[in-house]
């Protein structure tokens, strides 16, 4: 996959950072579904900053967590207005400024509008990094994010977040990761000790037929 991509939809940051904003325990597939009515009421900060919460809420409604998400969501476009003249900023700290901004969706807007070397650690990024490998008991996503940025190429920094998320929401799933059809196994630990088990299984076995001869 040599050019990775978000799976949102969007025609620029502020779209983006709205998309992310509502993926937050929601799937891209939802948010796609539900961005295209929401951005031709607004489609852009100025348009949002002046809107009631109660406005929004009624065309994100389908997702996860809506009343919330539209207080964020107003309250993001007016901070966009009032501090950043209506241009999504491109620093961290700025960007976390917003309201409903945390640091993954920060470290989103910073890869993927302004290509920076920035990981940002989802729910698949972190459990696909410590099943393969590339993290060991991380106790935070920002431990994750840490031992990722620290180990890679600064140049495929802003691509491997992709890559981790879209091998654990199509291979490496949560509850049943799609071994069979990974590339990964010869490298990824959790394959190589769920081998190990399944070999001191079948010892087992053949010890206690051998026995009961």
């Known amino acids: 996959m ?18 992310v904003i509502l993926s937050a325990q929601c799937t891209d597939k939802r948010v796609n579904l539900i961005t295209p009515a929401l951005f031709e009421v607004f489609p852009d900060a100025a348009s949002m900053a002046v809107a009631s919460p109660e406005r929004v809420y009624e065309l994100i409604k389908s997702c996860s967590y809506p009343n919330n998400k539209a207080k964020a969501l107003v309250g993001m476009a007016r901070g966009l207005i009032e501090n950043f003249g209506g241009m999504v900023p491109d620093d961290i700290d700025s960007l976390m400024s917003l309201p409903g901004v ?13 290509d920076r070397p920035a990981m940002a650690v989802d729910t698949h990024v972190f459990r696909v990094a410590e099943r393969i490998g590339l993290t060991t008991r991380s106790r935070s996503p920002l431990d994750t994010e840490k031992a990722l940025t620290s180990m890679l190429p600064e140049d495929t920094i802003a691509k491997a977040h992709h890559w ?25 630990r959790h394959y190589g000790n769920r081998l190990k088990a399944e070999e001191r299984a079948l010892e087992r076995i053949k010890k206690t037929a051998k026995a009961g001869e």
């Open 2 to 19: 040599p050019a990775p991509k978000t799976e949102l939809h969007y025609r620029d940051p502020f779209q983006l950072l709205v998309a």
């Open 164 to 188: 981790l998320i879209l091998h654990g929401r199509y291979v490496c799933k949560a509850r049943k990761p799609q071994c069979g059809e990974c590339f990964l196994t010869d490298v990824c």
């Open 102 to 114: 945390g640091r993954k969706t920060a470290n989103v807007i910073l890869s993927v509008v302004f």
